[in-house]
């Protein structure tokens, strides 16, 4: 049971990371994206490679996040020239491209993913306090780039870009910033998942993952880091604590994402803060 | 020879995407919504198909039976879903489709079972014609009957009759439109109606052709639906019929020679983003 709940919280940590990372380019800046999982994947197959051939745990970690910020940086150039619709079209294509390539790939373990992972060089416990540690550093992280003035500016990217731009704001360095700052979050997120499993396939990256990271930001509140937070810790919780519903697992899921949609776009964050305003009234 | 062949392969998958990327970016151009929950239309469609295929032993009437299904459920999903939410930024609708298509991917899985269904007589599958060296079963040449049959009269719809003049003037200016008494939102149930028949088409065809209907049949098809109908400039016709086909040959060549390096599905997507790096408008312009 106690090994049970270590390994629940290591993962609700992970995902924390994910949607918290995802919020920044998704939520602070606008950019919708559907390939998230494609940088969680980049950093647990960069980590992976690096610890088979031997690599220093923190260095490993170091790689994947590396990996996934850089590619990151690339989608971010994407994003420069690509707007809207067509952004989020091109980075489901990103993921989709991403899993596509890694299927093929022979040194990549093909289908078969990459096995014998050396464990992390701590205990259960231990791993899981470093994973809750870095999520908390990283909501911390988001946390302060929301009340500075980086935040700000992302915050009038996403309104509206081209007014932006008329106020001075140097739109493609914060676009660039939120992409990279936030893949390189869910390439930390891979690292930890590499360790933590020992194996990683290319199926665990899809697209229905990439959706379950945004449909985490989305429940939550777009746009809002404790959103995020709480929208991750719900849909790892969710399947856990009513186990019948691990079998339709993905119907609530949908569900869920098309009611939020459609009754309160704005998620928990948004239903959180109408009845505050309400009571103050 | 051999690259003839892939070639009319590849038109005949082509000839598929355009059925389902023109509903697609009829849905976007009248809306801007990606309209990804289009696939389900397309499963639906498919299933629909095969069980009245298999309990009538009737082929023609399964084409009916899942464009009824399809014609319903797609103004359907107009009304319940997106109609309460246009106002809302673009992402709203977009992850609602998603949402949409997640959900009813298991449903199916949930009502006809995770492994499929198959024809239990399909007469167009295993009768196979020779054109002089390039073997084509009856299936495949229905499909690109069909397409070109569907399209040409849609084509023939939008350009001369009454409502499909009013189509037009709703996808340039739907308030001038509404201002010269064309009732806007009959105009986006036709779409939604004329674009969920063409997919349940592409169902019931793709299920022959594979012989197989399953819950995540359409996922694919719709993914590289949207790829395509961003090649083709969003909400742009005939560009969509062209990246339709387009991407339908590069595919079969890249299946043969890209085969090492990547699946057959991240070719779509790996056109589609060099296309958008060097033409973030897509290959033809919006409209």
Redesign the interface.
């Known amino acids: 049971m106690e090994l049970y709940l270590i390994s629940l919280a290591t993962v609700a940590a992970l995902n924390v990371m994910l949607a918290v990372g995802l919020n920044l380019i ?1 939520g602070f800046c606008g950019q ?1 994206s ?1 390939g998230h999982a494609a940088f969680y994947g980049l950093g647990a197959y960069a980590a992976a490679l690096a610890a088979v051939a031997g690599g220093p745990f923190v260095g490993n970690l170091v790689i994947g996040i590396a990996v996934a910020a850089l590619i990151g940086l690339f989608v971010g150039f ?1 994003s420069l ?6 952004l ?3 980075t ?3 993921g ?2 991403f ?3 890694v ?2 790939q022979n040194w990549l373990g093909a289908e078969m993913g990459i096995s014998q992972i050396p464990a992390p060089p701590l205990d259960r416990i231990g791993f899981a306090a470093l994973c809750v540690g870095l999520a908390i550093l990283v909501i911390i992280l988001s946390l302060h780039i929301g009340r500075s003035w980086m935040g700000r500016a992302l915050k009038a990217v996403a309104q509206d870009e081209d007014a932006a731009r008329t106020i001075g704001i140097n739109v493609p360095r914060f676009k660039l910033a939120a992409f990279t700052i936030g893949t390189a979050a869910a390439g930390l997120a891979g690292g930890l998942y590499a360790y933590m499993t020992q194996l990683i396939v290319p199926d665990a990256f899809n ?2 993952q990439s ?1 379950t990271i ?2 985490m930001v ?1 429940i939550g509140g ?1 746009g809002s880091t404790w959103g995020a937070v709480i929208g991750a810790i719900i849909l790892t919780l969710m399947p856990e604590a009513f186990r019948f519903i691990n079998d ?12 939020v ?2 009754f309160a ?1 704005r998620g928990l964050a948004g239903i959180a803060s109408s009845v505050v305003t309400r009571f103050r009234k | 020879m051999f690259q003839l062949e892939l070639v009319v392969v590849g038109i005949v998958w082509g000839c598929t995407y355009a059925m389902m990327a023109l509903g697609l970016t009829l849905v976007y151009g009248l809306l801007r919504i990606l309209h990804i929950a289009h696939a389900t239309i397309f499963t639906l469609g498919a299933y629909i198909g095969i069980v009245v295929a298999n309990n009538t032993g009737s082929l023609w009437l399964a084409f009916p039976a899942a464009m009824l299904a399809a014609g319903i459920v797609g103004p359907l999903i107009y009304r319940l879903v997106y109609e309460p939410i246009l106002q809302q930024p673009p992402y709203v609708a977009l992850i609602a489709s998603i949402g949409i298509l997640i959900a009813m991917e298991d449903g199916f899985r949930i009502i006809f079972g995770p492994y499929g269904l198959s024809f239990l007589n399909n007469p167009w599958f295993t009768t196979i014609y020779d054109f002089g060296g390039i073997t084509l079963n009856l299936v495949q040449i229905w499909m690109v009957a069909a397409a070109v049959i569907l399209i040409s009269a849609f084509a023939l719809f939008s350009s001369v009759s009454r409502s499909g003049v009013a189509w037009r003037a709703t996808v340039s200016d739907p308030p001038i439109a509404s201002s010269f008494g064309i009732d806007v939102i009959r105009v986006r149930y036709t779409s939604f109606f004329i674009a969920s028949c063409l997919a349940a088409v592409a169902g019931v065809l793709v299920g022959l052709l594979n012989n197989l209907v399953e819950p995540g049949m359409g996922n694919i098809v719709s993914y590289k639906g949207l790829a395509i109908i961003v090649l083709g400039g969003l909400g742009n016709v005939i560009g969509t019929l062209i990246a339709s086909l387009a991407l339908g040959v590069i595919e079969s060549f890249g299946t043969v020679y890209l085969d090492q390096v990547l699946d057959r599905d991240a070719i779509a997507f790996l056109f589609m983003i060099i296309v958008l790096i060097v033409r973030p408008q897509g290959l033809f312009a919006p409209k």
């Open positions: 998704s919708i559907l994407i020239r690509v707007r809207e619709d067509f989020a079209i091109a489901m294509g990103v989709f491209l899993l596509g390539f299927r093929k697209f229905v959706v945004l449909a989305v777009i339709y697992k993905l119907l609530v899921y949908g569900a869920l994402l098309l009611l949609m459609r776009p």
